[in-house]
Every structure is written in C-alpha cells, then in structure tokens.
C-alpha cells in the first residue's frame, strides 16, 4: 500500500506563492505517475498538474506558467510550487499516487487527505 500526507497549505495573498509538498511511503515502487488535484467549495475535484516517474509533466491550463510540479526521488516527495496565487485558487490541494496500466492510462492507487490553501485579499 501506498500512503501519502500534504502539506505546506495555508493563507496567503494575491500574487503571494506557496510550495506544497507530498511524501509518499509504503510501496512506493509501483507508483509510476503522481498528481496534484484541487477542489473548490461547491465544485468537482479537477487536475492541477501531474509528473511522471520519468518526469514528465502536465498542468491544467489556468495554472501554466505560475504552477510547477516536480519530484524529489531520494525523498519520496512531490513538490507543487505555486506563483503569483489568485483568489481563485482557493482550494482543498490533493496528492494522488498512479499506476499505468499496460494500455497506457493510469489509474488511481491512493489520495492524500488534503492540504487547505487560501488566497484572500
């Protein structure tokens, strides 16, 4: 199994920045993707950005250019470093853990349980 704990949530304000971090443990040899996810009061849980274990990266579109995802192997750890924060950005942060599977998509192994961030003014 695998686990994962965020953290590094908090307040901030507009066009302040933040670096989450997610530490994975277990059995951490079959994670090959992980991601990052956030979820906005009233509203569905939608991808930021996601590497790959061969550090690919992905970001949603409303976060390019200010969000970058990247990983620390040695560590287990996945870090979201987030710029210029709107307050739109105002969300519950969730860490995931992936497996491809041999088709080519991934599917997912665990979530995190969260980490708050709140961009207010």
């Known amino acids: 199994q695998v686990q994962l704990v965020e953290s590094g949530g908090g307040l901030v304000q507009p066009g302040g920045s933040l670096r989450l971090s997610c530490a994975a443990s277990?059995?951490?040899?079959?994670?090959?993707?992980m991601g990052w996810y956030r979820q906005a009061p009233g509203k569905q849980r939608e991808l930021v950005a996601t590497v790959t274990s061969g550090g690919s990266t992905n970001y949603a579109d409303s976060v390019k250019g200010r969000f970058s995802i990247s990983r620390d192997n040695a560590k287990n750890t996945v870090y979201l470093q987030m710029n210029s924060l709107k307050p739109e950005d105002t969300a519950d942060y969730y860490c995931n853990a992936e497996k491809r599977h041999y088709s080519g998509t991934y599917y997912i192994i665990t979530w995190g349980r969260g980490t708050l961030v709140t961009v207010f003014s």
């Open positions: 277990g059995s951490i040899f079959s994670i090959d993707r």
